[in-house]
């Protein structure tokens, strides 16, 4: 693994993710250290490697993805959005939405974008075939 990038994620379990969740920001944070107590929880290892500056989280372009890269295909995929036919989305406010993230909106996530984007598509890849009479009746079920 000498030239590549490994995501682990080793406290995941609920009752650490629940316990890490009720601490207090004292106990998180000290004069900028994050995982505080977690640091101080292993005394044993060597002060180095606990309180080491040059370990960086690995983050994938996402935002800057959906906001360059991803533009066309997204305003592409929304010209003609099943969601929006099926009466489940607003393609034109979600349009709107994605244009004022583009233009740097901090109130629009790109969580919100992404999320939407990737239920649009999975729609288009899933019912792309379902006729407007069908769709009536899929939102029917997906109501009752």
């Given amino acids: ?18 316990f890490a969740l009720s ?11 994050t995982k505080n107590l977690l640091r ?4 044993e290892l060597p002060s180095i490697v606990r309180w080491r500056k040059d370990k960086q ?5 996402e935002e800057l993805w959906l906001k360059r890269e991803l533009a066309g295909l997204i305003e ?4 003609k959005s099943l969601l929006d036919e099926f009466g489940f989305f607003d393609s034109k406010a979600f349009l709107e939405q994605y244009s004022s993230f583009r233009r740097g909106n ?3 996530s790109f969580g ?26 899929l939102q029917q079920v997906l109501v009752d």
């Fill in 1 to 18: 693994m000498a030239h590549s990038l490994e995501v682990r994620h080793p406290f995941l379990d609920h009752r650490v993710v629940d």
């Fill in 23 to 33: 601490l207090s920001p004292e106990l998180q944070f000290d004069r900028g250290w």
């Fill in 40 to 43: 101080q929880s292993f005394p």
């Fill in 57 to 61: 989280g690995f983050t994938t372009p």
């Fill in 76 to 79: 592409h995929t929304f010209e």
């Fill in 106 to 108: 901090p109130l629009v």
């Fill in 112 to 137: 919100d974008i992404s999320r939407s984007f990737i239920a649009e598509v999975w729609a288009q890849q899933h019912w792309g075939h379902i006729s407007a009479l069908q769709s009536a009746k």
